[in-house]
């Protein structure tokens, strides 16, 4: 069995790096990836889910910390999911650029909130104007003129607010929410892992971005969901914060040796195991790259 690491951010550029590191690395059919990541771009998380899809006839997605947003929409490629017990899911809102602002993102069910809480606010507004003008007149005033009333109230209170939003970004941010449902749904076609209706309670069910699902509320979305086996807690506890955090840049590392290697007693560091980076976290005055079998890459496209 493979045993592949990916720690990092999910981009267009560590997708291609991950593709081909697992073509390098690859010696079986099946595979564990140990997976951290703070999320990232959706497509990027599709490339690499129908990569290994394709290359292996099983594959386990193992989470020992976070794996948020597009981290998620990757581990539906797998055919079961194993959690160790700082492990966490995400809900699978696409997060986009704020308008008007240089930096920053927000979920993409911001502006949908928005309008339903609004909604629900106007709609409450205009039944109890019509009740309060009714009772306070006695029943003079009849339903018809009551309504006519509350609906003129109802309309300068919250028409200006309405008129705010912008009917092009409310449709781009339709569009961009099913992005990551209809991924989820091709990625879920093969082993079919996810429960009925469960990606759109991934996608719309949550209340923030950040909404820890932990092993027992992805074993209500997912059909195999465990808790990780003995060695691969031992695997997780040499590694440390190594696997548990998402790095700031994107490392790839093959854990097939360790994986399978006996308990040992002292502590793993870092450099114990070869790593290698993306290309968009090189800098030009970094020491030469180190592949996985140990040899000198610098001067080489990266892998």
């Not at 709609?123 to 019509?130: C, I, K, Q």
């Not at 941010?173 to 309670?201: C, P, Q, T």
């Not at 699902?213 to 997912?222: G, H, K, W, Y």
């Not at 070869?274 to 090189?282: L, N, S």
Request: proline share 4%.
């Amino acid at each position: 069995m493979d045993v592949f690491l990916y720690n990092g951010e999910l981009t267009r550029i560590s997708d291609l790096e991950f593709i081909k590191f697992v073509d390098e690395e690859k010696s079986s059919d099946e595979l564990l990836l140990v997976l951290t990541t703070p999320g990232g771009d959706p497509d990027a998380a599709y490339k690499i889910g129908r990569y290994v899809q394709h290359r292996y006839d099983n594959i386990r997605v193992l989470i020992p910390g976070w794996c948020k947003s597009a981290g998620t929409l990757l581990a539906i490629a797998a055919n079961e999911l194993a959690f160790c017990p700082y492990g966490e899911l995400g809900p699978l809102d696409v997060q986009l650029a704020k308008t008007d602002h240089i930096a920053g993102l927000d979920s993409g069910l911001n502006i949908t909130d928005a309008l339903l809480t609004l909604e629900d606010r106007a709609r409450d507004t205009f039944h109890n104007l019509v009740i309060e003008i009714i009772s306070g007149s006695g029943g003079v005033i009849a339903f018809q003129t009551a309504s006519h009333s509350a609906a003129e109230i109802v309309s300068s209170l919250y028409g200006p607010v309405f008129g705010k939003f912008d009917p092009e970004e409310v449709g781009s941010r339709a569009r961009a929410m099913r992005i990551g449902e209809d991924y989820a749904k091709r990625l879920n076609n093969k082993f079919s892992n996810l429960k009925d209706n469960a990606i759109e309670v991934l996608s719309r069910s949550y209340s923030s971005h950040s909404f820890v699902i932990d092993m027992l509320e992805a074993s209500a979305l997912f059909r195999r969901v465990e808790e990780a086996n003995e060695k691969e807690k031992i695997m997780v506890d040499r590694l440390g914060t190594l696997c548990r955090m998402p790095n700031s840049k994107t490392i790839f590392r093959n854990l097939t040796d360790l994986y399978n290697e006996e308990p040992q007693l002292e502590e793993l560091h870092d450099e114990d195991v070869p790593e290698r980076e993306t290309a968009d976290t090189k800098s030009l005055d970094s020491p030469k790259a180190v592949s996985t079998n140990g040899k000198d890459t610098s001067g080489a496209s990266a892998a």
